[in-house]
């Protein structure tokens, strides 16, 4: 993302920061989404950069006035008034604001580490099961009948947050559920400006183990550094960790595929 586009959403971020968090403005952001993505005209004519600023910001209003809160309305008019790349960047950016608001309520109530760790747990339980991700992934299916398979599977088990966001994890259309769910755990850990290392090891890491980890790499990254811990043991021994787009391959198979690589 160039720094234009980074600006740009800054900008929307302080727009929502300054609201009160709350359930009913995430629902609202995601139906203007959902209505930018169901209506090409509308999106492209919100996103139109030969249409002033202002013209775009009025148009978001006379549409959504009315419809949604004036909070939502606020941030429609604010993004409409941004010049995109195009006009599904727009939507999605929208998007972003409703899944920023739900994770913003949650960490208004202390609970943002629990539903950090619950959508990274169901993540992985939908990565190791191929038909409860085909199921969801499966686009021909009714869209309320796979957020249906979600809300079966975790309504009353989980922070109401965890659950809106795994449901609406389902609509996702340019990236596959467990990118989706990836890309909701990276905002979350920029609501604490903490960074998220991926972290691949043999066998489960003792609570002494994985805070020594934690406080090497918050030390190498230069901020609070969050673990997301999965268990191969075809790593063999070590530790796999990715942070971003870095990678630090400290496992036995990793230094084997290193040597095999020089010596071929």
Not at 16 to 42: C, I, K, N, Y
Not at 72 to 90: K, T
Not at 145 to 155: E, G
């Amino acid at each position: 993302m160039n720094a234009a586009s980074l600006a740009r959403q800054s900008e929307l971020d302080q727009a929502l920061d300054a609201q009160q968090p709350s359930a009913a403005l995430a629902e609202e952001l995601f139906a203007v989404a959902d209505a930018l993505a169901a209506q090409p005209g509308l999106r492209n004519a919100l996103a139109d950069p030969t249409a002033p600023d202002s013209a775009r910001r009025a148009l978001a209003g006379a549409v959504l006035t009315g419809r949604v809160s004036q909070a939502a309305v606020a941030l429609a008019q604010a993004a409409a008034a941004l010049r995109w790349s195009s006009a599904a960047d727009l939507g999605a950016a929208i998007e972003r604001q409703g899944v920023r608001a739900e994770l913003a309520l949650a960490q208004a109530s202390g609970s943002l580490d629990l539903v950090e760790d619950e959508l990274f747990r169901f993540g992985r339980v939908v990565d190791a099961d191929n038909e409860l991700r085909g199921v969801l992934g499966d686009r021909s299916a009714p869209l309320a009948d796979r957020q249906q398979v979600v809300s079966d599977l975790l309504a009353g088990r989980v922070h109401p947050v965890t659950l809106s966001l795994a449901r609406r994890a389902v609509t996702a259309s340019a990236r596959t559920y467990d990118l989706t769910l990836g890309a909701y755990l990276n905002l979350a850990a920029a609501a604490r400006s903490r960074a998220i290392a991926h972290v691949v090891v043999a066998r489960p890491l003792e609570p002494d183990q994985a805070e020594r980890l934690r406080a090497v790499l918050s030390r190498q990254v230069g901020r609070d550094v969050g673990l997301q811990v999965v268990v191969d043991p075809e790593v063999v021994g070590g530790a796999r960790v990715r942070i971003g787009d870095e990678v630090i391959d400290g496992t036995v198979a990793g230094k084997l595929e290193a040597a095999s690589r020089q010596l071929s």
